[in-house]
């Protein structure tokens, strides 16, 4: 079989942000429907969207925020920040409780100093040697201060 049959490419661009929007949006009522679970007894739960600007909306800023109290965490990954509509970017950081950057361009490099500033530079963003990053933690309820980290280079 040549190619993933889920693969953008294979079933276009259109049903494939349809497909990621409508899994989106039922992982979602997913998480609200822990709501009859007392706090203390509901399980950590992490949702992980790759390229997730294909199929993305302001309804996953707002799960970002909603989720958090049915102990539902938002992986969210993608190549660059122009991918995304400025309004759902913004979503995105203002509920955001940890950053992780590789290497980036300049555009984003100035963005992200923004978020880690002073202790990083859009120069420092830029200039990451592979399987480096730059790390903000959210830590019970605070941001904490911005450090480096190496990560292990693929198998090969």
Avoid: W
């Amino acid at each position: 079989m040549r190619g993933d049959p889920q693969d953008k490419g294979q079933i276009g661009e259109g049903p494939a942000a349809t497909l990621g929007s409508l899994l989106v949006s039922h992982l979602a009522l997913a998480a609200v429907s822990r709501s009859d679970t007392l706090e203390h007894a509901r399980q950590d739960y992490a949702i992980v969207l790759d390229e997730f600007q294909t199929f993305t909306t302001l309804s996953v800023a707002t799960m970002l925020a909603e989720l958090r109290k049915y102990r539902v965490g938002m992986v969210l990954a993608n190549q660059h920040l122009s991918q995304l509509d400025p309004a759902i970017r913004d979503a995105v950081f203002g509920n955001a409780g940890t950053i992780i950057a590789f290497r980036v361009g300049a555009a984003d490099g100035a963005f992200l100093a923004r978020e880690c500033a002073p202790t990083f530079s859009a120069e420092d963003f830029i200039s990451l040697p592979l399987y480096h990053i730059y790390i903000r933690l959210l830590i019970d309820g605070e941001p904490s201060r911005p450090f480096s980290a190496t990560t292990l280079p693929p198998p090969a």
